[in-house]
């Protein structure tokens, strides 16, 4: 008898705990899974805090970030997770445009409200090139987007060195990894607004260095081994030309015994280091890809559309390219300093 | 007679002959290869990668092997590296890098020898372990402004770079343990047959402790340096490292099947896929081009590498004919 | 007068520096054993990878049934029903039976997939016909390396082969499963299959062979029937020497019990194992294979665990729980396997040689490679080891010379006691009466040896005594006084233990 009390009691208090739960599960909050491309990419890894902080700022949503590691496959496998999951809405930042398309078309297609951000999936990633640039530019059917411009972020650098690069420059490029839709836009902008303008400069070298610092710090010192001075750094992120920048810090050719050096940086994403190697007057100019900002905007549309104010596939929003350089890069830097991402006291 | 005896000598250091001609080669193509900036920027470039290949070739040597140090390396850098920002002490943040590494492979050690599960599988899981860790800890965003922990990676004493100073340094040691000490004839005899070096009184597992502990020295050095060569502490970095140390110390002549590998040869190995990497970065090769060459040219001189010796066996076992006559 | 199956004329075959064979011609009679007998490094083998086509020639014809043939490969050799069976065993131990039995010919449908039913009843048919009490789908690993042996043989039979190539084919089964082994020979000679048998061991090779060649220095000595030729010619013929005597024993005193071993038991596998050697005393263990004898000496070296059992030497118990707690106490233990737990076939000869005693060249926090080198050449050259270099691979040396650099390891460790188990097997004529030298001269010098052998005449011409093992227990100790092989044979079977153990 004693023992068929205590079962009971067991198996009573068991069901107190988990029927709220199971309440809420039906009608409690929204719940919204946002898919990044990486855990250990520096601007997916700060998109993945904005996002958990801006939906810290709405009490109905309720939000779970998982990450594609940067492998398609794992990517696959969590854009299928998120149907079987059933959440409310989904947001997507694709390792791979063309591959991950069908699968954010399957998330569309299952009723599910997605959005893709940095970069944005388009028409294009799913059906290939038309040659059409306006339906190749479309944001991907039953599908929207929040996005930064990569054309308009890599066109601030751009401009800047139009006026900036010596004549009959030699400079050397970073790319970022071969298919990735930031990597080639910003590129494109950089022909477009730069080298199209400016055909007396040459590209020494030119090679991918995968947005990573150490594979760009390594091209970088064989590069400058090649004889000829490098006039200029173009990356299209703050990481490479972080190493591209270390790989010369030590050269006197690059860097005089002052610290003044003899060449122009460019990035883009305006990270920490970014505005640290700026203050130090290494890095020329980047522009901002507010990790911040993005998460905001994204949360805002999903409340929206959560509440039925909006319909998602109209969701199509870019957010401003600010650019950064030695003039306004404190007011940035107190920005990372309030995150902790960079310390007061080392400055 | 003489020909064969310098045929004997040319089987004897094939690897060596790949690297001068490698050598050769690489001056013809670029005249820029030559200067005594470049090849000293190569042998800076080449500093973390033999570190891991001096790891992987005592692992390997002895029958084992380890996936798990590139991000074993990235965990004890950026621990070491935020122990320099709290603390400013360099002292404290080797013995931190040393510290995390050897505990890493301590528990590898522990499944490998007391468990007996294969190398392969324990230290794949300690690579997603270690990695895991690393991200968790910075949250995924690099660690900045390292102060004079730079020096360790980008410092020079005259007009040497410190690292390549640690790295001659570690290469000595290293040297000494496998020509002459114990330990290096205890681990030539467990790679080459467990089985007997146990039957003549060899502790295999007290062995294979004090081999993982030394790669977690070799992984903690090698995550400081890359760390201070990089200016920042980035948790990401170094992935796919491990095959950058196994590659070189393979080629090197390093066994798989163990037993046979020299420190010396592996030195050797890292050169010729510094050298291939250097000259087709100088002559600007894509690097996707790059990755099938170097593919290509790293099967080939183990071939060569291969041949030679297999030929060298048969001589011999034709010389004890012939001495029997 | 039978046919000529096989001959062989004006072989030469020449490696860069070395002449292997030179001017090599017998003939194999159709339905008769043909033993080829000669030393290891004699040339042999070389013969046997030309006659098989793993070599090529580089002068002389072969001739099947009198057409003269060219054998490119070893597929070729085998259409012409050329079998070899090698001394040491290539087979994947994780296969089965079955497909063992089938491995390179299994039958398949019409569709590529393999008719497995069609393998199974084949297999079991087979198993029937030959008296061989295995399943099909037992993996190879379960079965005793003689088992395997016999199906091997019996295998390559079956693939119609009309000269079978055996090379030293009872270097590891027991006796009694030699006979079985004859028998086999014998049926295949009936059924007209020639047979070119290469062994080492003189008797045996007198019970069962027609004719004889002896190749010595890669170039034929002798051929001749059997019936013109006795044990002391042949050896004679193969050594190039007259031999005086197989087995140099001599007298030494033997003195006090140095090495005694009390109540070992191990569940299942051996019991009530007490037994003692004397110093100055050479100690054999006789038995079947199967018997226990190499388990019981693994467990006595620290190699394997045990239940029971008390191990003393000088009269003192010690504590062995691995084979460095043997070194140190002064046992040390020869392995029955020289390349599983023998052999480091990637070192050098000197890196083998003082593997077990490094600790004297280590110290100190350096090396003393110098002196290494002086105690292993010291050690070879008083042993008699024939090798190029100091620095020369192991793996290059014939199985003598192998074996003697493994006898090196054990002597540079000084070792009070000897557990010596199979220390002559797989290796030729002169070496195996070197090493018998070599135990005669350890015992003078005050050693005590315990010698676990499947050769009963060299246990009985080595050894003062003679402990006997059948299935895990000591059926028997026999004086030199009273030693016969059909004593142990007795004991080894059973037959006397069980009567003596009743008595006891």
């Given at each position: 008898?004693?023992?068929?009390?205590?079962l009971?009691?067991?198996?009573?208090s068991?069901?107190?705990?988990?029927?709220?739960?199971?309440a809420?599960?039906?009608?409690?909050?929204?719940?919204?899974?946002?898919?990044?491309?990486?855990?250990?990419?520096t601007?997916?890894?700060?998109?993945?805090?904005?996002?958990?902080?801006?939906?810290?700022?709405?009490?109905?949503?309720?939000?779970?970030?998982?990450?594609?590691?940067?492998?398609?496959?794992e990517?696959?496998?969590?854009?299928?997770?998120?149907?079987?999951?059933?959440?409310?809405?989904?947001?997507?930042?694709?390792?791979?445009?063309?591959?991950?398309?069908?699968?954010?078309?399957?998330?569309?297609?299952?009723?599910?409200?997605?959005?893709?951000?940095?970069?944005?999936?388009h028409?294009?990633?799913l059906?290939?090139?038309?040659g059409?640039?306006e339906?190749?530019?479309?944001?991907m059917?039953?599908?929207?987007?929040?996005?930064?411009?990569?054309?308009?972020?890599?066109?601030?650098?751009a401009?800047?060195?139009?006026?900036?690069?010596?004549e009959?420059?030699?400079?050397?490029?970073?790319?970022?990894?071969?298919?990735?839709?930031?990597?080639?836009?910003?590129?494109?902008?950089?022909?477009?607004?730069?080298?199209?303008?400016?055909?007396?400069?040459?590209?020494?070298?030119?090679d991918?260095?995968?947005?990573n610092?150490?594979?760009?710090?390594?091209?970088?010192?064989?590069w400058?081994?090649?004889?000829?001075?490098?006039?200029?750094?173009?990356?299209?992120?703050?990481n490479?030309?972080?190493?591209?920048?270390?790989?010369?810090?030590?050269?006197?050719?690059?860097?005089?015994?002052?610290?003044t050096?003899?060449?122009?940086?460019?990035?883009?994403?305006?990270?920490?280091?970014?505005?640290?190697?700026?203050?130090?007057?290494?890095?020329?100019a980047?522009?901002?890809?507010?990790?911040?900002?993005?998460?905001?905007?994204?949360?805002?549309?999903?409340?929206?559309?959560?509440?039925?104010?909006?319909?998602?596939?109209?969701?199509?929003?870019?957010?401003?390219?600010?650019?950064?350089?030695?003039?306004?890069?404190?007011?940035f830097i107190?920005?990372?300093?309030?995150?902790?991402e960079?310390?007061?006291?080392?400055? | 007679?003489?020909?064969?005896?310098?045929?004997?000598?040319?089987?004897?250091?094939?690897?060596?002959i790949?690297?001068?001609?490698?050598?050769?080669?690489?001056?013809?193509?670029?005249?820029?290869?030559?200067?005594?900036?470049?090849?000293?920027?190569?042998?800076?470039?080449?500093?973390?990668?033999?570190?891991?290949?001096?790891a992987?070739?005592?692992?390997i040597?002895?029958?084992?092997?380890?996936?798990?140090?590139?991000?074993?390396?990235a965990?004890?850098?950026?621990?070491?590296?935020s122990?320099?920002?709290?603390?400013?002490?360099?002292?404290?943040?080797?013995?931190?890098?040393?510290?995390v590494?050897v505990?890493?492979?301590?528990?590898n050690?522990?499944?490998?020898?007391?468990?007996?599960?294969?190398?392969?599988?324990?230290?794949?899981?300690?690579?997603?372990?270690?990695?895991?860790?690393?991200?968790?800890?910075?949250?995924?965003?690099?660690?900045?402004?390292?102060?004079?922990?730079?020096?360790?990676?980008?410092?020079?004493?005259?007009?040497?770079?410190?690292?390549?100073?640690?790295?001659l340094?570690?290469?000595?040691?290293?040297?000494?343990l496998?020509?002459?000490?114990?330990?290096?004839?205890?681990?030539?005899?467990?790679?080459?047959?467990?089985?007997a070096?146990?039957?003549?009184?060899?502790?295999?597992?007290?062995?294979?402790?004090?081999?993982?502990?030394?790669?977690?020295?070799?992984?903690?050095?090698?995550?400081?340096?890359?760390?201070?060569?990089?200016?920042?502490?980035?948790?990401?970095?170094?992935?796919?490292?491990?095959?950058t140390?196994?590659?070189?110390?393979?080629?090197?002549?390093?066994?798989f099947?163990g037993?046979?590998?020299?420190v010396?040869?592996?030195?050797?190995?890292?050169?010729?896929?510094g050298?291939?990497?250097?000259?087709?970065n100088?002559?600007?090769?894509?690097?996707?081009?790059?990755?099938?060459?170097?593919?290509?040219?790293?099967?080939?001189?183990?071939?060569?590498?291969?041949?030679?010796?297999?030929?060298?066996?048969?001589?011999?076992?034709?010389?004890?004919?012939?001495?029997?006559? | 007068?039978?046919?000529i199956?096989l001959?062989?004329?004006?072989?030469?075959?020449?490696?860069?520096?070395?002449?292997?064979?030179?001017?090599?011609?017998?003939?194999?009679?159709?339905?008769?054993?043909h033993?080829?007998?000669?030393?290891?490094?004699?040339?042999?083998?070389?013969?046997?990878?030309?006659?098989?086509?793993?070599?090529?020639?580089?002068?002389?014809?072969?001739?099947?049934?009198?057409?003269?043939?060219?054998?490119?490969?070893?597929?070729?050799?085998?259409?012409?029903?050329?079998?070899?069976i090698?001394?040491?065993?290539?087979?994947?131990?994780?296969?089965?039976?079955?497909?063992?039995?089938?491995?390179?010919?299994?039958?398949?449908?019409?569709?590529?997939?393999?008719?497995?039913?069609?393998?199974?009843?084949?297999?079991?048919?087979?198993?029937?016909?030959?008296?061989?009490?295995?399943?099909?789908?037992?993996?190879l690993?379960?079965?005793?390396?003689?088992?395997?042996?016999?199906?091997e043989?019996?295998?390559?039979?079956?693939?119609?082969?009309?000269?079978?190539?055996?090379?030293?084919?009872?270097?590891?089964?027991?006796?009694?499963e030699?006979?079985?082994?004859?028998e086999k020979?014998?049926?295949?000679?009936?059924?007209?299959?020639?047979?070119?048998?290469?062994?080492?061991?003189?008797?045996?090779?007198?019970?069962?062979?027609?004719?004889?060649?002896?190749?010595?220095?890669?170039a034929?000595?002798?051929?001749d029937?059997?019936?013109?030729?006795?044990?002391?010619?042949?050896?004679?013929?193969?050594?190039?020497?007259?031999?005086?005597?197989v087995?140099?024993?001599?007298?030494?005193p033997?003195q006090?019990?140095?090495?005694?071993?009390?109540?070992?038991?191990?569940?299942?596998?051996?019991?009530?194992?007490?037994?003692?050697?004397?110093?100055?005393?050479?100690?054999?263990?006789?038995?079947?294979?199967?018997?226990?004898?190499?388990?019981?000496?693994?467990?006595?070296?620290?190699?394997?665990?045990?239940?029971?059992g008390?191990?003393?030497?000088?009269?003192?118990?010690?504590?062995?729980?691995?084979?460095?707690?043997?070194?140190?106490k002064?046992?040390?233990?020869?392995?029955?396997?020289?390349?599983?737990?023998?052999?480091i076939?990637?070192?050098?000869v000197?890196?083998?040689?003082?593997?077990?005693?490094?600790?004297?060249?280590?110290?100190?926090?350096?090396?003393?490679?110098?002196?290494?080198?002086?105690?292993?050449?010291?050690?070879f050259?008083?042993?008699?080891?024939?090798?190029?270099?100091?620095?020369?691979?192991?793996?290059?040396?014939?199985?003598?010379?192998?074996?003697?650099?493994?006898?090196?390891r054990?002597?540079?460790?000084?070792?009070?006691?000897?557990?010596?188990d199979?220390?002559t097997r797989?290796?030729?004529?002169?070496?195996?009466?070197?090493?018998?030298?070599?135990?005669?001269d350890?015992?003078?010098?005050?050693k005590?040896?315990?010698?676990v052998?499947?050769?009963?005449?060299?246990?009985?011409?080595?050894?003062?005594?003679?402990?006997?093992?059948?299935?895990?227990l000591i059926?028997?100790?026999?004086?030199?006084?009273e030693?016969?092989?059909?004593?142990i044979m007795?004991?080894?079977?059973?037959?006397?233990?069980?009567?003596?153990?009743?008595?006891?």
């Open positions: 008898m004693k023992n068929w009390k205590a009971s009691a067991v198996v009573l068991a069901a107190m705990v988990l029927a709220p739960v199971t809420l599960a039906e009608e409690g909050p929204y719940r919204v899974c946002f898919v990044a491309r990486a855990s250990a990419d601007f997916a890894a700060w998109l993945t805090s904005e996002m958990q902080k801006a939906a810290e700022e709405y009490d109905d949503i309720e939000l779970t970030c998982v990450s594609g590691e940067a492998d398609d496959a990517m696959a496998k969590q854009l299928e997770n998120c149907i079987t999951k059933q959440y409310d809405y989904v947001i997507v930042q694709s390792n791979n445009n063309a591959a991950q398309a069908p699968y954010v078309k399957a998330i569309a297609d299952a009723g599910i409200p997605v959005v893709t951000t940095n970069p944005t999936t028409q294009a990633d059906d290939g090139e038309t059409d640039p339906v190749d530019n479309a944001v059917e039953g599908t929207g987007t929040v996005d930064a411009d990569p054309v308009a972020q890599a066109a601030v650098g401009q800047r060195a139009v006026e900036e690069v010596p009959n420059a030699n400079v050397v490029v970073f790319r970022g990894p071969s298919g990735n839709y930031h990597a080639e836009k910003r590129r494109e902008a950089w022909d477009t607004y730069f080298f199209d303008v400016r055909d007396d400069v040459t590209i020494l070298y030119e991918y260095a995968n947005w610092n150490d594979e760009a710090m390594a091209l970088m010192e064989t400058v081994q090649g004889g000829t001075h490098i006039d200029a750094i173009i990356s299209m992120n703050d490479m030309a972080a190493g591209a920048i270390e790989a010369v810090r030590n050269n006197t050719d690059y860097i005089a015994e002052d610290g050096p003899s060449f122009l940086a460019y990035g883009v994403d305006g990270t920490a280091q970014g505005c640290l190697l700026i203050k130090e007057g290494l890095l020329t980047t522009a901002l890809q507010d990790a911040g900002e993005i998460a905001a905007l994204n949360m805002s549309y999903a409340e929206k559309v959560l509440h039925g104010e909006m319909d998602y596939t109209e969701v199509n929003d870019y957010v401003d390219a600010p650019e950064i350089n030695a003039d306004n890069v404190d007011e107190q920005i990372y300093v309030a995150n902790g960079i310390s007061e006291s080392d400055l | 007679m003489k020909s064969s005896k310098a045929s004997t000598y040319l089987q004897r250091f094939s690897i060596y790949v690297l001068i001609a490698m050598f050769v080669a690489c001056s013809l193509l670029s005249p820029y290869f030559l200067s005594a900036n470049n090849l000293m920027n190569v042998a800076r470039q080449l500093c973390v990668g033999i570190l891991l290949a001096y992987e070739m005592i692992l040597v002895s029958g084992f092997l380890d996936l798990s140090i590139g991000s074993v390396l965990l004890a850098g950026v621990l070491s590296v122990t320099f920002k709290s603390t400013h002490s360099m002292l404290l943040a080797l013995v931190v890098a040393f510290a590494g505990a890493c492979n301590m528990i050690a522990v499944f490998v020898a007391q468990f007996d599960v294969p190398a392969f599988i324990a230290t794949l899981g300690m690579q997603q372990v270690a990695r895991g860790i690393a991200l968790y800890y910075t949250g995924g965003a690099n660690i900045l402004q390292l102060g004079k922990y730079v020096k360790l990676g980008q410092g020079m004493v005259g007009k040497v770079p410190v690292p390549v100073i640690i790295v340094c570690i290469t000595v040691v290293v040297w000494y496998f020509n002459h000490t114990r330990y290096g004839r205890n681990l030539y005899a467990i790679g080459g047959n467990r089985k070096a146990e039957a003549s009184g060899i502790d295999t597992r007290k062995n294979i402790f004090i081999s993982y502990a030394i790669v977690g020295v070799l992984a903690g050095l090698a995550g400081a340096i890359f760390m201070a060569r990089n200016n920042s502490g980035i948790p990401n970095g170094a992935v796919g490292y491990e095959m140390g196994l590659t070189a110390a393979i080629v090197g002549g390093t066994s099947s037993g046979v590998g020299t010396m040869g592996t030195v050797a190995g890292a050169f010729i896929i050298f291939l990497e250097n000259i087709m100088l002559i600007g090769v894509n690097s996707y081009i790059q990755s099938i060459i170097e593919g290509a040219i790293i099967v080939l001189a183990v071939a060569f590498d291969i041949r030679s010796k297999n030929r060298k066996t048969t001589k011999q076992i034709m010389a004890v004919k012939d001495e029997k006559k | 007068m039978s046919e199956k001959r062989v004329e004006g072989i030469e075959k020449s490696f860069p520096g070395v002449k292997a064979l030179s001017n090599i011609s017998f003939t194999v009679r159709k339905g008769t054993v033993a080829l007998c000669g030393e290891n490094g004699a040339g042999k083998s070389t013969l046997m990878k030309v006659l098989t086509g793993l070599y090529k020639a580089d002068a002389g014809r072969i001739y099947i049934d009198e057409q003269p043939v060219e054998i490119r490969n070893p597929i070729q050799a085998r259409e012409y029903g050329i079998s070899m090698a001394q040491e065993l290539n087979y994947v131990s994780e296969l089965s039976v079955e497909e063992n039995l089938f491995m390179g010919r299994l039958p398949v449908n019409r569709f590529g997939k393999v008719d497995w039913k069609k393998v199974r009843r084949e297999a079991i048919q087979f198993l029937e016909e030959e008296h061989l009490n295995y399943r099909p789908e037992q993996k690993k379960t079965l005793t390396v003689s088992d395997i042996q016999m199906l043989i019996i295998k390559a039979v079956t693939n119609n082969a009309q000269i079978v190539l055996m090379d030293e084919p009872t270097s590891s089964i027991s006796e009694r030699v006979g079985l082994l004859f020979i014998r049926e295949l000679k009936e059924k007209g299959v020639s047979i070119v048998y290469i062994s080492h061991k003189m008797d045996e090779v007198f019970r069962i062979a027609d004719d004889i060649t002896v190749i010595r220095d890669g034929v000595v002798s051929s029937r059997a019936e013109n030729l006795d044990i002391d010619t042949v050896i004679a013929h193969m050594v190039g020497r007259k031999m005086e005597n087995y140099p024993k001599e007298p030494v033997i006090d019990t140095v090495f005694e071993v009390k109540d070992f038991a191990a569940k299942g596998i051996f019991d009530n194992i007490s037994f003692y050697a004397r110093k100055g005393e050479i100690v054999g263990f006789a038995g079947l294979v199967g018997a226990g004898r190499t388990e019981v000496m693994r467990a006595i070296y620290g190699l394997d665990g045990k239940d029971t008390k191990i003393f030497i000088n009269g003192e118990e010690v504590s062995i729980k691995n084979p460095s707690d043997a070194i140190d002064g046992l040390i233990m020869l392995s029955e396997d020289r390349k599983e737990y023998g052999l076939p990637v070192r050098s000197t890196e083998n040689a003082s593997l077990a005693s490094l600790k004297n060249y280590f110290y100190g926090g350096r090396s003393h490679k110098r002196k290494e080198k002086k105690d292993v050449a010291e050690i050259q008083k042993m008699n080891v024939k090798t190029p270099t100091l620095d020369t691979l192991i793996s290059s040396l014939s199985g003598g010379n192998a074996q003697k650099v493994l006898l090196a054990w002597m540079l460790c000084n070792p009070q006691v000897m557990i010596l199979e220390p797989g290796i030729d004529v002169g070496a195996k009466f070197e090493i018998y030298k070599l135990m005669t350890m015992v003078k010098e005050g005590t040896i315990v010698m052998s499947s050769e009963l005449p060299e246990l009985i011409g080595m050894c003062d005594r003679i402990y006997v093992m059948c299935q895990g059926t028997g100790c026999l004086d030199k006084e030693v016969t092989q059909e004593r007795m004991l080894a079977t059973g037959l006397l233990g069980k009567s003596q153990q009743k008595g006891a």
